[in-house]
T-cell receptor, first 112, second 111 residues
Framework: GQNIDQPTEMTATEGAIVQINCTYQTSGFNGLFWYQQHAGEAPTFLSYNVLDGLEEKGRFSSFLSRSKGYSYLLLKELQMKDSASYLCAVRGPSGGSYIPTFGRGTSLIVHP | KAGVTQTPRYLIKTRGQQVTLSCSPISGHRSVSWYQQTPGQGLQFLFEYFSETQRNKGNFPGRFSGRQFSNSRSEMNVSTLELGDSALYLC??????????FGPGTRLTVL
């Protein structure tokens, strides 16, 4: 199975940069996802990493190191609307299937 | 382009009843996944369907089942409802293997 660990809560200032870490242990690996979820809304896909390295998409970037079981989501030029929960998920084997296992999410609070 | 739609949006049932939830994916998307989200357990994968076949299944009891129709619409069913089944049930559709688009969810309350 998979075990995902990410910080429960982070705070940052508008305009700053924040890095949200995710560490995982898995018996197999088939990709890592990041999602954003605003309170009371459905998750929104942010990124997918399957190979080591940095993937950049606008203000958001995601990094993966498979050997270290580690990923981070980097948010630049923070805006108030970035206040949300950020979910890390790892897809791996489970009972003959490949399924995503989610972390509990990191609640990011952006203040002026 | 219309997004993922889920019906109903809210549902109240009593223990022992069964419930069927519906999901219509984005046009052209052939993969549909279902998730359960609760404050206690977070977001958990239920199952995934592709072209009417269950491709992957999470660790939920057999009371949870699903199916996909030829038009890619999907339904999930929960039989013999328990209080712990109260949750937000999310459906997501995928064009590629990776980028998922979530629907607004169905909020199920079991009394």
């Amino acid at each position: 199975g998979q075990n995902i660990d990410q910080p429960t809560e982070m705070t940052a200032t508008e305009g700053a940069i924040v890095q949200i870490n995710c560490t995982y242990q898995t018996s197999g690996f088939n990709g890592l996802f990041w999602y954003q979820q605003h309170a009371g809304e459905a998750p929104t896909f942010l990124s997918y990493n399957v190979l080591d390295g940095l993937e950049e998409k606008g203000r958001f970037s995601s990094f993966l190191s498979r050997s270290k079981g580690y990923s981070y989501l980097l948010l630049k030029e923070l805006q108030m609307k970035d206040s949300a929960s950020y979910l890390c998920a790892v897809r791996g084997p489970s009972g003959g299937s490949y399924i995503p296992t989610f972390g509990r999410g990191t609640s990011l609070i952006v203040h002026p | 382009k219309a997004g993922v739609t889920q019906t109903p949006r809210y549902l109240i049932k009593t223990r022992g009843q069964q419930v069927t939830l519906s999901c219509s994916p984005i046009s052209g998307h052939r993969s549909v996944s279902w998730y359960q989200q609760t404050p206690g357990q977070g977001l958990q994968f239920l199952f995934e369907y592709f072209s009417e076949t269950q491709r992957n299944k999470g660790n939920f009891p057999g009371r949870f089942s699903g199916r996909q129709f030829s038009n890619s619409r999907s339904e999930m069913n929960v039989s013999t409802l328990e209080l712990g089944d109260s949750a937000l049930y999310l459906c997501a559709s995928t064009l590629t293997y990776n980028e998922q688009f979530f629907g607004p969810g169905t909020r199920l309350t079991v009394l």
